[in-house]
């Protein structure tokens, strides 16, 4: 499940869902595209 997804289901900011990614609470998998960019996913 990508970030946003998560925002519209527990009605959250990206900032906060952040947040707990930093505190640990939340465990991303984050993953580099061809172009470069990372993308994250719950």
Do not use: D
Request: positive net charge.
């Amino acid at each position: 499940m990508r970030i946003n997804e998560v925002v519209q289901q527990v009605n959250l900011s990206k900032r906060a869902v952040k947040y707990y990614e930093e505190q640990g609470l939340l465990e991303v998998e984050k993953i580099r595209t061809v172009t470069g960019t990372i993308q994250r996913k719950l």
